[in-house]
């Protein structure tokens, strides 16, 4: 290591390790709904439309006092969008309450209704962005949650293809807002015009894999988009996307140490991953080499998809963990104040 890395090094290690502090909001033994009635839970349970052990948190977001979550569909999940007060005067954690409504979540063919919620991004004007993976019988969706006008929902654009939707991140540009969505290990990325209501695939060469996704802060110009192909990170300028390119080349940045399904940049450039199989969580500033900082460990052996990780608009980071040394594992509520908004607002001057 050159004296010039090992600086870096040492400097990356003491901002992290002053910066994430977690405090713990909720401690879940066991994930269960807001039910209409008791009957109405014990019938699903019966009828195993409702499987308490299937809950696993996917992706999560934060605006105002609430936080909203998609969950992992798996069988026995009636509902796979949720939302929760980021708060509770109560000793017992909150139960999940759907979102916007139980009526707008419907069986898996029902296209004017949330079928997969995946991944969940808030805008600048406070609507909750929401990736719908859609099904066999249904196109995947993009709806749009008007979290700060009495929670209005909007079916916005319909994706001329159905499942494997992973993620999204939004560039709000002065031409007009995109949203940028990565599927599940194709080598394609969706683009989407929210004021063309048009979306349309970009290939990304040769042949990405890809997996996450993450974008540079608002202020920094040209505009960085970060894919995830396995370990390896990759980039390119979104300038590129916004006049219709049908291909991109992605440059070769540096490996992780793991397969990340999470990536979520702030808005001072320090980019927050978490790993398929990893029970750590990691940071790392994109303004240094790729080097991984572990801001968080998940207690017990591995899971598959440990964390769930969000920014708010106050400074606070917040992330759902799951560990398995207990006897019975727990999903836990952490949040930190790491000082840093996410990618989409821009950075306070110096
Ligand atoms: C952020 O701050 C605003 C204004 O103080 C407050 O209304 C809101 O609840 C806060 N959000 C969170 C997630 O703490
Ligand atoms: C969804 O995908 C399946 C299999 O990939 C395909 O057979 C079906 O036609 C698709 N449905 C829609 C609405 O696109
Ligand atoms: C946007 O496009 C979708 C199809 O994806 C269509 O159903 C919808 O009506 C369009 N919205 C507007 C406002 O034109
Ligand atoms: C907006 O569009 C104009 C004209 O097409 C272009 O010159 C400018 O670079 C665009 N700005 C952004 C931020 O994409
Ligand atoms: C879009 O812009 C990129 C560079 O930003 C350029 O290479 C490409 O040819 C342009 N594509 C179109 C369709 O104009
Ligand atoms: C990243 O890992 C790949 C193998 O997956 C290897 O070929 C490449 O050299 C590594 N790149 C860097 C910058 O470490
Ligand atoms: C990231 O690294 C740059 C360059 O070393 C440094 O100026 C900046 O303060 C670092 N950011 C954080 C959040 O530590």
């Given at each position: 290591?050159?004296?010039?890395?090992?600086?870096?090094?040492?400097?990356?290690?003491?901002?992290?390790?002053?910066?994430?502090?977690?405090?713990?909001?909720?401690?879940?033994?066991?994930?269960?709904?807001?039910?209409?009635?008791?009957?109405?839970?014990?019938?699903?349970?019966?009828?195993?439309?409702?499987?308490?052990?299937?809950?696993?948190?996917?992706f999560?977001?934060?605006?105002?006092?609430?936080?909203?979550?998609?969950?992992?569909?798996?069988?026995?999940?009636?509902?796979?969008?949720?939302?929760?007060?980021?708060?509770?005067?109560?000793?017992?954690p909150?139960?999940?309450?759907?979102?916007?409504?139980w009526?707008?979540?419907?069986?898996?063919?029902?296209?004017?209704?949330?079928?997969?919620?995946?991944?969940?991004?808030?805008?600048?004007?406070?609507?909750?962005?929401?990736?719908?993976?859609?099904?066999?019988?249904?196109?995947?969706?993009?709806?749009?949650?008007?979290?700060?006008?009495?929670?209005?929902?909007?079916?916005?654009?319909?994706?001329d293809?159905n499942?494997?939707?992973?993620?999204?991140?939004?560039?709000?540009?002065?031409?007009?807002?995109?949203?940028?969505?990565?599927r599940?290990?194709?080598?394609?990325?969706?683009?989407?015009?929210?004021?063309?209501?048009?979306?349309?695939?970009?290939?990304?060469?040769?042949?990405?894999?890809?997996?996450?996704?993450?974008?540079?802060?608002?202020?920094?110009?040209?505009?960085?988009?970060?894919?995830?192909?396995?370990?390896?990170?990759?980039?390119?300028?979104?300038?590129?996307?916004?006049?219709?390119?049908?291909?991109?080349?992605?440059?070769?940045?540096?490996?992780w140490?793991?397969?990340?399904?999470?990536?979520?940049?702030?808005?001072?450039?320090?980019?927050?991953?978490?790993?398929?199989?990893?029970?750590?969580?990691?940071?790392?500033?994109?303004?240094?080499?790729?080097?991984?900082?572990?801001?968080?460990?998940?207690?017990?052996?591995?899971?598959?998809?440990?964390?769930?990780?969000?920014?708010?608009?106050?400074?606070?980071?917040?992330?759902?963990?799951?560990?398995?040394?207990?006897?019975?594992?727990?999903?836990?509520?952490?949040?930190?104040?790491?000082?840093?908004k996410?990618?989409?607002?821009?950075?306070?001057?110096?």
């Amino acid at each position: 290591m050159t004296p010039f890395f090992a600086t870096f090094f040492l400097l990356g290690l003491s901002s992290v390790a002053a910066t994430t502090n977690f405090n713990q909001v909720y401690e879940w033994k066991e994930l269960d709904y807001e039910w209409p009635s008791e009957a109405s839970r014990s019938k699903a349970l019966k009828d195993k439309t409702f499987e308490p052990d299937n809950i696993s948190p996917h992706f999560i977001a934060v605006y105002g006092s609430r936080l909203f979550l998609s969950l992992e569909s798996y069988g026995g999940i009636p509902v796979t969008l949720v939302s929760l007060p980021t708060s509770s005067a109560s000793s017992a954690p909150p139960k999940l309450t759907p979102f916007p409504s139980w009526d707008m979540h419907g069986k898996i063919g029902d296209c004017d209704k949330i079928e997969e919620a995946r991944g969940l991004e808030v805008d600048s004007v406070g609507r909750l962005w929401v990736l719908d993976s859609g099904s066999n019988t249904c196109k995947a969706k993009l709806w749009t949650i008007d979290l700060a006008n009495n929670d209005q929902t909007k079916l916005i654009h319909e994706i001329d293809i159905n499942h494997s939707m992973h993620d999204l991140v939004l560039d709000e540009t002065p031409n007009g807002t995109f949203a940028y969505i990565t599927r599940w290990r194709e080598e394609h990325i969706v683009v989407f015009s929210l004021e063309r209501n048009q979306s349309w695939f970009v290939h990304c060469t040769p042949g990405l894999r890809l997996i996450s996704i993450a974008l540079s802060p608002k202020d920094q110009e040209p505009r960085q988009l970060y894919l995830a192909k396995s370990k390896e990170l990759y980039s390119f300028s979104v300038a590129a996307l916004h006049n219709g390119t049908r291909r991109v080349n992605p440059k070769l940045i540096g490996n992780w140490t793991g397969p990340p399904y999470r990536m979520l940049m702030d808005n001072q450039g320090t980019v927050y991953a978490a790993f398929l199989w990893k029970n750590y969580a990691s940071s790392w500033n994109s303004s240094q080499p790729l080097q991984e900082q572990r801001f968080r460990e998940a207690a017990g052996k591995d899971s598959y998809w440990p964390f769930t990780i969000a920014l708010d608009q106050n400074g606070t980071l917040w992330m759902t963990v799951f560990d398995t040394n207990r006897e019975k594992p727990s999903q836990r509520l952490l949040k930190a104040a790491v000082g840093a908004k996410s990618y989409m607002f821009e950075a306070p001057p110096e």
